[in-house]
């Protein structure tokens, strides 16, 4: 079952600006991962949060996760064409499984 | 050159047709997955192996098959009985000790 859900669905945006994206959750996660899928290829993974913190980053990525709201949120900033795709979060409920959402379609115009 | 690939990149089927789709990895991982993604949607899991010669169904196992008889490959086989197979089929790997997955660059099924 998708256990993620992503919002918005998609997001158009200059380059150079920020991206925020949500995802929502309904039960208790062990962490939440971001993914980046490029059109037509494989699933690249870009940060995970454990559910004992708050706040992670990488880059210009920044990732939150409040756990008494079961929601996250992922920040792209200064976004350049390159990072046009879509981003899917994933939870793992340490059942060595995780289940994705569906997904925010980010397009970066030049 | 370490990663997953899959072959092929993409597959035809007739009615009726069973087909293989090849998953390999020499990342040396122990758990290997099976994802059926449809267009705008987000992944979701077929089967998945922790370990060789065990797997375990996942939350749309119905119409498809897998093995895992040596650890490097995952075959995933889509049978008659699967309906709608039409999508993109991702396979992924986790060395077991760490939670993120790696993804091979899929194949898409499409049904003549």
């Known amino acids: 079952s998708q256990q993620g859900e992503e919002d918005p669905q998609a997001l158009s945006i200059q380059e150079g600006e920020n991206a925020t994206m949500n995802c929502s959750y309904k039960?208790?996660?062990?962490?939440l991962q971001w993914y980046r899928q490029n059109s037509g290829r494989g699933l690249v993974h870009l940060i995970l949060?454990?559910?004992?913190?708050r706040e992670k980053h990488s880059g210009r990525l920044r990732v939150t996760l409040d756990t008494s709201k079961k929601s996250s949120s992922l920040l792209i900033t200064a976004s350049r064409a390159a990072d046009t795709a879509s981003y899917f979060c994933?939870?793992?409920?340490?059942?060595?499984?995780?289940?994705f959402g569906a997904g925010t379609t980010v397009t970066v115009r030049a | 050159d370490g990663g997953i690939t899959q072959s092929p990149k993409y597959l035809f089927r007739k009615e009726g047709q069973n087909v293989t789709l090849s998953c390999e990895q020499n990342?040396?991982?122990?758990?290997m997955y099976w994802y059926r993604q449809d267009p705008g949607q987000g992944l979701r899991l077929i089967y998945y192996?922790?370990?060789?010669?065990?797997?375990q169904k996942g939350d749309i196992a119905e119409g498809y098959s897998v093995s895992r008889e040596k650890k490097e490959s995952f075959p995933l086989t889509v049978t008659s009985a699967q309906k709608n197979p039409t999508a993109f089929y991702l396979c992924?790997?986790?060395?077991?000790?760490?939670?993120?997955?790696?993804f091979g660059p899929g194949t898409r099924l499409l049904v003549l």
């Open positions: 992924a790997s986790n060395p077991g000790d760490q939670e993120t997955q790696y």
């Open positions: 949060i454990r559910s004992n913190e």
């Open positions: 990342l040396n991982h122990d758990a």
């Open positions: 994933a939870t793992d409920a340490w059942d060595y499984k995780l289940s």
């Open positions: 192996s922790q370990i060789v010669n065990d797997f």
């Open positions: 039960t208790s996660i062990n962490n």
